[in-house]
């Protein structure tokens, strides 16, 4: 059963840290925009990401992302195989290469083309610097 309440916008908490008014997600009024966009999602500052190291992100969809490191640059993609669902998130990478760690599937995270089908791709996210932080920016945001 729901409260009655609505989901607000996902905000990353900088964003209502610098809000002048008080606030309840989704109804600060602040004009200034003190994040790099609204809508971007805080992935953390780069040094929480070390070559190698894998991050999970919640979208505000509820869905979720993998963002990781390699050799400093930094890559992001969907969470979910489009095979059957899996996580990719345990997966081996070799290069720019993901392993779907359930059935094998592999993955370019580059652009998020399956290795073995071309009509099988998953979703990937641009990942900018902005503020000392990694900041994930959803699909279809044009800000
Ligand atoms: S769920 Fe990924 S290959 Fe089957």
Partial sequence: MGSGRSL???RPASWFASCSKPWW???CTASANPMPDPGWILVGPPESLAPGVRKLVFLPDGQSAIVLNLGGQF???ENSC???GASLAGGSCVEHIISCPAHGLRFDIRNGQCTAS???RIRTYEVVME???LWLRPPGLNC
Avoid: T
């Fill in 25 to 27: 997600p989704g109804v």
């Fill in 82 to 84: 489009p095979h059957a």
């Fill in 75 to 77: 890559f992001a993609m």
């Fill in 8 to 10: 607000a916008p996902f």
């Fill in 118 to 120: 071309p009509s099988l």
């Fill in 131 to 133: 503020d000392k932080q």
